[in-house]
Structure formats: C-alpha cells, structure tokens
C-alpha cells in the first residue's frame, strides 16, 4: 500500500456530512418513524404497503407468530398483485424513456447498454412467453444459472410475472452445486448462457450446466442465452435459443394476478450443517420491504442512477439491484466484470462514465482496492456520489476510513448495512442525513426491526443499552423468509428453536453505550469468504467425499483481504500418503464439487483431530489453532486424546 494511503486517524463518530440535504428522514423523524413502526406495525405497514400497485388491495397487514412448533409469517395476506408489473408496467406511464437498466460489460471497449423501461418491457413480456411455451406454469420453479447480463434480470421477472418461482444460482458454482438445486425444488426448466466472460476470462455455463443435467430427471429444460457466440454442444428437443424465441413469440404477456403470500422467489444459502437450504420470499412483503429499504437507505431519489456490484445470484443482488431499485423506478448498474479488470480504477470508472450517485459493495472490495494504491480513485471525477453503502461483512474501521476519504471525498455518508439473505433487505443500518455513523458499526435497526441481545447460554435477554451476546429479533418484518422451501420443520429448527420466541440471526453482537450495534461475526459453523456465506459442514462433506479423505474439519480464520479464509485439517485413509500433488488436488476438487470460493485456503494434514470422548470435533480448539492463538486454547482435559493438539500446533500450516 502506497504510503500516503494510510488513513491515519479513524474517527469514532463521524457526524452526518455537513450540505448532505434532500434525507427522506432526519434524526428526529427517524426516531418517531422507528417508534411508530414497533409499537403499531399495523399501522405503519399498512401504510407502506402502499408504495406497491395492489390489484386487490389488503385487508389485513401482519399475522405472524414466532412461537417455535407454530411459527407462521404472513404480511398483507388478503392482498392481491404482481411482481413484475411493480418493477416495470406501472411505470411505463410516467417513465417509459427513461433508463431502467445501464448495462456495463466486462470489456470496457464494449459499449454499454441503456435499457428504458419501456424496452424493459417488451423484454420481460416476450421471456414470459417463451417460458408459457416451454409448458412453465404459476408455481413451477425455474432455475436461473446466468451471468450478469440483462437477460438476467428479464428472467427473474419474467417468471415474476407468470408466477413462477425462480431460483438463482451463482454462475460461480459448479455443475454438483446447480444440480443439487435444481433437483431440491424441483425445477421444471434451467435458464444459462453459453459461456460467461469475467475478468477476460470465460466461465463455460452451458458446459457446467450441461455437466448438471446428466444428474437431473430428463424433463428439465434448457434455455440458452446466446451471449458470446462461443460454440456450445446443443442437445435438440432439451435446449432452447431464448434469443430466437423471443423474437417469435407475442410482445404482450399478461401478468398473473398472485397472492401477496405466494412465493418469489426461494435463494440457497449455507447453513450450520452440509445440505444449503432454499430459502423462501414472499411476493409483497418482500417487495415492499425492498422497496423501501432501497429507497431510505441510500436516500434514493427520482432520477438517481444507482449502482449494486454485487452479482444477482447472492441476495443483495436481489434486493437491491433488481427488485428494489426497479419497483422503485430507479436507474440500476448491471455490472458483469470484477473491480480490477482491466485493471484496479475499473469501479471508479464506471461510476465516472454514468455518473453514479450511490454506489454499494462489500468490504472485500474496498480493501483490496485499498492495497492498489489510491491513484486508481484520484483518476476519476467522483463528484456525482451521494451515498457508500457497505454489505456482506463487518467492515474494518481502516477500510471504512479509506473509502470515505478517496471515494466519498468526507461528503458521502456510508451505510455499514447489516442483513441476511433470510431478512430479504436491510435490518441495521445507518439512515443518511438522520443517523451520525461509526466506522465498524452498522448503527442502528431499519424501521419495523426489535433487535435484542441474549445472552448465549441462558437465553437471558440482555436489556442494559451496554450489553454483547447473540443478535435475535423479536418481532417480524415484512421482508423476512417465511420457509425453507419444502421443509417448514427445517426452518423452525434452524431460526426458532435455540432462543424461543425470537428469530435467531446466528451472529453474534455488541450494544454499545449509545445503542449502536457491532456485528461480531458468526457464532456458528458459518463462514464469510470475501462476502460469501459458507457452511464449514458444506466444505467437510466436499472434502471427505475424496477417497483419499478418512476424515476433515473445516474452519474460518482471519485474512486480511477475504475477511475469514478457509482453513481445512485434512486426516487421510490409513494407507495414503500426504503430498503436495495430494493438497492440489484435494483443491481442485472442492472447487468441483462447490465452486472456486470453496477452495480451502490452507489444508493442514492432521494425524488426529480433537475429539470429545463422545467423538464430537471440538472446533473452538481448531479455530484457535487457525487464529495462531494457541496461548487461549482453554480447557482441553475433556479431550479424548490431548496429545494431537500438539501435533496440531506444531504442524500448523502457512497462508
Ligand atoms: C446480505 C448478506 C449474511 C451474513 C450475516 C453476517 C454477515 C452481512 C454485514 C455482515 C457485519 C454487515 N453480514 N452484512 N456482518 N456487518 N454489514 O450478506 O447476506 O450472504 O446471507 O450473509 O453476512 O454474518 O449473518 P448473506
């Protein structure tokens, strides 16, 4: 890092901006909107509901129940409307000219696309009837597997508007991956490009996908988004030219009214234990609380041009380049390439060329654009930007220094925004121009959220403002998953069960003595890769479905650029030796089995793991070795066999 980068002093409370006008909200409004929101919901939402287009307006606005063995969620369930026609058709009146979709391509010699929202239009249209004529009906899933281009985002709605349920899968993922998903919600139909350029490089989708259907029943469908023109294989009668289709089939789709409970959407997403569960949102609860999220957050305005990088198969692409920023009528970035290609000023770039006001990312993004020098942000006029927003992972009060100082240039407040893909949007974050942030801390709850801390292991819940234990929400909101898709049990299980009568968010917390909240990590076996959310267990069965594998552990350690890496003790068959060649491959075969963000960073070969007498893995030990804290391993009398920790120790391996 270049040495006029460090940011010397990191304040501890950076008040809001001075000139930072035109907030939706000030502090004092904030706190009476907060209190209303908790204290009437019905009311509150009942009244912001109506920022969507209701075919049948509402009747009723929350019915919910967090009692474990009963827990239902239900927002605005008398209410009738669709998806698609908030994001596009009711806007087609008052701004059918203007851009809803700025596409910037991977190449930056590639022109960039603007996409109106009348072209929009007649793009979602037209994929909605290619999918009828493929036999999709309301309720069929629809496995999306794309990268970031337009037809993504004409896919998702398209489905939106005939009512079936999407499902994406980062293009990141392997071909084991997107057929596990396909296969769990029962997709009727795969959607892919034939090959998908990031970085200048090409990530073979139709390969992979085709690699994935050899896995699933033959009914499944292809359609292939003919993006590149690299030469595919093309099975006929299975595959589909979405392109050709769309110019064959009718302009004009009509939307299918659905009920404000029937599913969107489900998204995968790791948990504590092997299989990722699908997680489910709703039709008006979620987009109303993407809406609005969208719109209080970033303090968006009409006619702001917002940019999301991140990539429409994680949530926060989702939420917060699709469905909020569109039912918002908004202008929205699609960015297919990575924030160094070509080279480390891309982001700046491209904030430059179409005068972004509010741009948001991850905290992995900033530091390793940190580490490239701050020349690569000076080059470009920034002067557009009103708002930072920050997602994925607590953010480093360094990092957080330097993106106000070289990107918002002290006069753009940052959002440190904390939420999950089972939230559906924000639920703490900072409001700008109502709430002073500080560095680290993502402040305070969004309006409808009761966030309290418990206390661990007494469940006790911890009511002094200064208090630090695990993050649960007391009541619901109506962006909040309301299943697993096809195991309801699962999901009481997973959120309910631990502390009763609370949603457990699995992070761990501190209030401090202003009642800011500060994201500590998780408190299960997930991990937070460079924004990516993990299941150790995910890693583990990957890595013991090798026949060289007698046994592995996997846990998160800290890395000063992904936030956590992998570290995985690897205990192999009796009769194999370790090597070098061994660890490649065992690499190579994570990757093959999730995806390249599964790659354990560091494999250390482990004769013996730390196991209760009951045979349990006793991870706190593995974390510690990992965090090279071996002063603070605590108790370990209670281990079946004490000695492999030294073992552990003394062949601790190397980043
Ligand atoms: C949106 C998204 C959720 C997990 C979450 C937490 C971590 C997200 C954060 C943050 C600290 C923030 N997380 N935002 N931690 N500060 N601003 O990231 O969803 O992929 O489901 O991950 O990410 O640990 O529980 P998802």
């Not at 719109?295 to 994680?314: E, I, L, N, R």
């Not at 009398?637 to 190397?654: C, H, K």
Request: hydrophobic share 35%.
């Amino acid at each position: 890092m270049a040495a006029q980068d460090q940011v010397s002093q990191v304040p501890e409370v950076k008040e809001v901006p001075p000139g930072f006008e035109n907030a939706h909200a000030d502090s004092a409004k904030y706190r009476a909107m907060y209190q209303e929101s908790i204290t009437d919901p019905d009311k509150f939402w009942g009244r912001e509901g109506k920022r969507l287009d209701w075919i049948t307006p509402y009747t009723k606005v929350k019915n919910t129940d967090f009692t474990f063995g009963h827990v239902q969620i239900k927002w605005f369930e008398d209410g009738v409307l669709n998806a698609a026609v908030n994001c596009v058709d009711r806007h087609l009146e008052t701004r059918g000219e203007q851009t809803a979709i700025i596409f910037e391509p991977d190449d930056p010699e590639t022109p960039a696309q603007h996409i109106t929202y009348r072209e929009l239009s007649e793009k979602v249209n037209r994929f909605a009837n290619v999918l009828l004529s493929q036999g999709v009906m309301r309720g069929d899933r629809v496995v999306i597997y794309l990268p970031m281009i337009p037809e993504a985002a004409y896919a998702m709605l398209a489905c939106a508007r005939i009512g079936a349920i999407h499902s994406i899968v980062f293009a990141g993922f392997s071909p084991d991956a997107l057929a596990n998903r396909i296969n769990d919600c029962g997709a009727k139909l795969v959607i892919t490009a034939d090959t998908a350029p990031r970085g200048g490089r090409r990530t073979p989708l139709k390969a992979n996908a085709d690699a994935a259907l050899l896995h699933c029943s033959d009914k499944v469908r292809c359609l292939v988004v003919k993006h590149t023109g690299d030469q595919i294989t093309w099975i006929d009668g299975r595959d589909v030219d979405v392109k050709a289709m769309m110019e064959n089939v009718s302009p004009e789709c009509p939307p299918r009214p659905m009920n404000a409970e029937d599913p969107l959407f489900i998204l995968y997403t790791s948990g504590s234990t092997g299989k990722p569960k699908g997680v489910v949102h709703s039709t008006g609860g979620y987009l109303v609380y993407a809406a609005m999220t969208h719109q209080y957050t970033f303090d968006y305005h009409d006619g702001d041009v917002f940019w999301c990088t991140a990539d429409v198969g994680w949530v926060t692409g989702h939420s917060y380049i699709i469905y909020g920023p569109l039912a918002n009528g908004a202008t929205t970035v699609m960015f297919e390439g990575v924030p160094t290609y070509p080279d480390a000023g891309r982001f700046w770039a491209v904030c430059e060329k179409h005068k972004v006001n509010q741009f948001y990312t991850a905290p992995t993004a900033i530091r390793a654009l940190m580490g490239q020098g701050s020349e690569w942000v000076e080059k470009y006029d920034l002067s557009d930007l009103k708002v930072l927003g920050s997602v994925g992972e607590p953010i480093n009060p360094e990092a957080w220094a330097w993106y106000d100082k070289y990107v918002g240039k002290g006069k753009c407040p940052i959002v440190d925004t904390f939420w999950q893909t089972e939230t559906g949007g924000h639920m703490l974050t900072p409001l700008p121009g109502a709430i002073p942030t500080k560095p680290g801390s993502a402040t305070r709850p969004f309006f409808g959220v009761k966030p309290v801390v418990l206390d661990p292991q007494t469940a006790v819940r911890q009511d002094e403002t200064e208090a630090e234990g695990v993050l649960c929400i007391a009541d619901s909101w109506p962006g909040q998953m309301r299943t697993v898709w096809g195991d309801h049990e699962r999901f009481q299980e997973t959120y309910f069960s631990q502390y009763k009568g609370y949603y457990f968010t699995g992070d761990g917390c501190r209030r401090d003595k202003d009642g800011y909240y500060w994201i500590t990590g998780r408190v299960d076996d997930v991990i937070n890769v460079s924004g990516h959310r993990m299941g150790t267990a995910e890693v583990e069965s990957a890595l013991v479905a090798h026949q060289a594998v007698a046994e592995a552990a996997v846990v998160g350690y800290p890395h000063e650029l992904k936030g956590q890496g992998i570290y995985a003790y690897v205990t192999l068959m009796n009769d194999v030796e370790p090597s070098d060649e061994l660890r490649k491959e065992l690499e190579k075969w994570v990757r093959t089995e999730i995806g390249p963000i599964a790659k354990p960073d560091i494999i250390q070969w482990a004769p013996g793991l730390p196991k209760t007498r009951s045979g349990k893995i006793m991870r706190r030990i593995l974390r510690k070795i990992a965090e090279n804290d071996f002063g603070a391993l605590g108790d370990i009398s209670t281990l079946a066999d004490p000695s492999v920790v030294d073992d552990l120790i003394a062949n601790r391996g190397n980043a």
